[in-house]
């Protein structure tokens, strides 16, 4: 074995690590623990300069194993690897230590302790790292052509964006017609586009050679990995296999048919979808409305704000007003959400526009009784009583009830509240943890039409980027069976989320590394322990809880 | 001096280890006697490594996952909260299963991270030191936590973990589902079998002893300390040392 020569690299991160750790002197304490050759701190470890310490680190001092205590994994360990990378070192020799987010800037007023556990943290990462072990990424071919669900705006820019780079595309939608919610509306906010403009996109889609639709189609199985997916679509009078290399998951949302609320009756008391098509049909002319906003959202059962409704709401106000200046339009709202300087500014208009905004407290809201809605003002510290003529809802968009049953397929998971759940927040919006699947538009939280659009496109290059190569390197923290100790129990083989594990002509247990995502529940349940889990294996995760206890 | 717990976490990278990390986004301020030990999945967690730990003298432990129906592989916390009861189980025998907690933490709660955090921290106090920690003398509670983390490693108990979810919840191939009582009454049957075997045969690797000796020295009646000889015989685990006048002694004869 060739000798550990470990550094460690000590990040301030500014202040934001500095102000409450000691950096310099936790670097020095890095330096007596076992097998470290080199430590050092630096203002900013992931800055070019930092990352040409690291360089320098590695070449200077021949270190094989590298250690950075800096922010979260979560962000920067593909920054830190690639550096390794680049000098020569595998990257999965790459340790790191996070005493940022779980550190310096939870313990803010216990700034003694905070360095104690920092010193804890770094002594675990490298002891850590003495484990580590070199992997290698593994090649899959690629299937160069691409599956979309659901025909909406998302699917169908998507879809597209996809087939104008020269890929082949199914894309596969559960109704009759393509355009999903545009359909249904009659001006798209804040600019009264025509929706009949987008849905030329419609006319697009059919005539592309490269498309392959399939309406009134659904998904009935999805099996394979990235860059090799087999799904079944079930048309009306046929069943089709198809072979994709990515997926991308459309399928939009619906809206909140708001039975129980407000009395409402489809008639005088509609929802904001129902008044589009009133308006389509010029079929307004109520002197009173009212708008009632937040029906059926951030409430107990649903707490989330659907995010698109009060643009709308106010879009509808306009053209009620503009058709109509004498019309006397109320809107009863808990809070307006217009985010983004032109939206803002929108909603300014739309208030000297003669628009009356009253606001409603949530424990108190609006009743409607005898033809009249009473509502408790709290400036007032009374009720308010309105006359209408109609009373539109703003509901929210709910996920689909099939959301289950797809996310199922696809080994997805899905939030709280049914909608399809993306890899990361922030870093990775469009993505699954799963590689070769993403997710876009409504399928994932209520958006606007912009915004569908942009993340249909974010998929369409994420999914090109690896259709347009043969093949495509996937990563190797996968799981691996000792043939020794195995015996072929087959636990693993029921116990694996993704069907990775298999047996062989021989009937020897193996794992297909392209589908194993490294969870490692197969290892923490194989009965005779014959299975480890590569870069989460058992003596390096002994090698932490050890390294803590450790008495110096 | 006051006393500091030292707690390790095992947290799932995709929800409680995000979860963690928004926290800290957010400067939510909580203890800082917490370790965290990222993994993949809370399914990860081997139940072995919560006995070393144990063993080490942690003073508590918390493993984190996403919430049920969230995790990023589907079904790993489900896994992990069937492991986590049977470790529990154990830990009873020697009341030490306050000591450990599982909770589900999504990528968006930061804030109830370090209330989770807190929390336990505060408990752990109330609860004092690792009575590992506590005093010198502890082989007794060491040789427990030895035979308890044995028994996690032995191919019954991890059949047992690992077939539970998918025997309970499906069809078996005769197309008969075990109800999940039916199927407890058996898990702690054996958990209390399989912990007891462990300790007899960890007990003779050291001296050889009767029956008797056994039953007195592990508060077990004679009759099952028997059951268990006959048992752990068959499997060629223990066997005759030698004869003292009408009484057999046994010895462990598994190599380690
Ligand atoms: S990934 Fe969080 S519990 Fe499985």
């Known amino acids: ?552 | 001096m006051a006393f500091k717990p030292k707690i390790v976490g095992f947290l799932c990278n995709w929800c409680s280890y995000a979860g963690a990390d928004l926290a800290g986004v957010s400067r939510i301020q909580y203890p800082p006697n917490i370790r965290i030990i990222r993994l993949m999945c809370s399914g990860r967690v081997e139940p072995f490594f919560v006995f070393e730990a144990l063993k080490q003298g942690i003073d508590g432990i918390i493993i984190m996952g996403c919430h049920p129906g969230e995790c990023h592989y589907m079904s790993g916390n489900y896994e992990a909260e069937i492991k986590f009861n049977f470790i529990k189980k154990m830990l009873n025998f020697i009341n030490l299963s306050d000591r450990i907690t599982l909770k589900w933490v999504s990528a968006s709660e930061g804030i109830r991270f370090a209330k989770v955090v807190t929390e336990f921290t505060e408990f752990i106090k109330t609860l004092g030191k690792s009575p590992i920690q506590k005093s010198k003398n502890n082989s007794d509670l060491i040789f427990s936590l030895t035979a308890m983390q044995q028994s996690m490693n032995n191919y019954r108990m991890r059949v047992l973990m690992g077939r539970k979810r998918k025997i309970t919840e499906q069809k078996n191939v005769y197309g008969e589902k075990v109800s999940i009582d039916e199927f407890e009454e058996l898990e702690n049957k054996a958990i209390i079998d399989e912990y007891n075997r462990e300790r007899i045969s960890l007990i003779l690797k050291k001296h050889p002893l009767s029956v008797k000796n056994l039953a007195s020295s592990l508060d077990l009646d004679e009759k099952s300390v028997l059951d268990y000889i006959v048992w752990l015989r068959s499997k060629g685990i223990v066997d005759v040392d030698k004869i003292q006048g009408l009484t057999p002694y046994y010895i462990s004869i598994q190599e380690d």
């Open chain 1, 1 to 552: 074995m060739t000798e550990l020569r470990i550094g460690v690299f000590v990040c301030n991160c500014g202040s934001n690590i500095g102000s409450i750790i000691n950096c310099s002197e936790l670097a020095d304490y890095a330096k007596n623990l076992p097998n470290v050759v080199f430590a050092e701190d630096n203002l900013y470890t992931c800055s070019e300069t930092g990352l040409t310490k690291i360089k320098n680190g590695i070449k200077e001092h021949n270190l094989n194993r590298v250690v950075v205590a800096a922010c979260t994994p979560r962000t920067h360990e593909p920054l830190f690897r690639g550096i390794c990378n680049e000098m020569g070192l595998n990257p999965y020799y790459f340790e790191f230590v996070n005493i940022r987010e779980q550190c310096s800037w939870v313990h803010q007023k216990e700034i003694h302790k905070a360095n104690l556990k920092a010193r804890d943290l770094v002594k675990m990462g490298v002891a850590r790292s003495a484990r580590l072990e070199a992997l290698e990424k593994y090649q899959v071919e690629v299937t160069s052509s691409s599956l979309v669900i659901g025909g909406g705006i998302s699917g169908i820019t998507a879809a597209l964006s996809l087939a104008e780079q020269g890929f082949e595309v199914y894309l596969v939608e559960k109704k009759r017609k393509l355009g999903g919610m545009l359909n249904d509306l009659y001006r798209i906010s804040p600019n009264y586009e025509d929706p009949s403009e987008y849905l030329q996109l419609v006319k697009k889609v059919e005539q592309q050679p490269k498309i392959i639709l399939h309406t009134n189609s659904e998904i009935i199985s999805i099996e394979g990995y990235i860059g090799n997916f087999y799904v079944t679509i079930k048309g009306q009078n046929k069943v089709e296999s198809v072979e994709v290399g990515t997926i991308i998951v459309a399928v939009g949302a619906q809206v909140l048919k708001p039975v129980d609320y407000y009395n409402y009756n489809g008639k005088d008391i509609i929802t904001h979808q129902e008044l589009e098509k009133l308006l389509k049909e010029n079929k307004i002319n109520q002197k009173n409305i009212v708008m009632i906003q937040c029906v059926g959202s951030r409430i107990e059962e649903r707490h989330y704000c659907s995010n698109i409704c009060c643009m709308n709401a106010l879009k509808n106000a306009i053209i009620i007003k503009e058709r109509a200046p004498d019309t006397n339009i109320t809107i009863l709202y808990r809070d307006i959400n217009t985010p983004g300087t032109k939206n803002e500014l929108y909603y300014r208009d739309v208030r000297k526009n003669e628009v009356i905004f009253l606001r409603y407290n949530v424990n108190k809201p609006p009743v409607i009784e005898d033809g009249k809605i009473r509502v408790y003002n709290n400036s007032l510290k009374d009720d308010i009583e309105l006359d209408y003529d109609l009373v539109v809802l703003s509901t929210p968009l709910i996920p689909n009830e099939d959301n289950k049953a797809l996310s199922q397929m696809l080994k997805v998971p899905l939030e709280e509240n049914g909608f399809f759940l993306e890899a990361h927040v922030k870093l990775r919006p469009v993505d699954f943890a799963t590689d070769g699947l993403f997710v876009c538009g409504s399928a994932k939280w209520p958006v606007s039409i912009s915004e569908a659009i942009a993340q249909a496109k974010a998929t369409a290059a994420k999914a090109a980027i690896i259709l347009c190569k043969p093949r495509f390197e996937v990563e190797g923290s996968t799981a691996r069976v000792d043939t020794e100790k195995c015996v072929g129990c087959e636990v693993c083989i029921k116990i694996c989320p993704y069907g990775a594990i298999t047996k062989d002509d021989n009937d020897q247990v193996l794992v297909r590394n392209v589908l194993c995502k490294g969870c490692g529940l197969c290892g923490a349940t194989c009965p005779h322990q014959a299975i480890s889990i590569n870069h989460f294996t058992n003596p390096q995760i002994l090698s932490q809880i050890n390294a803590l206890v450790e008495r110096e």
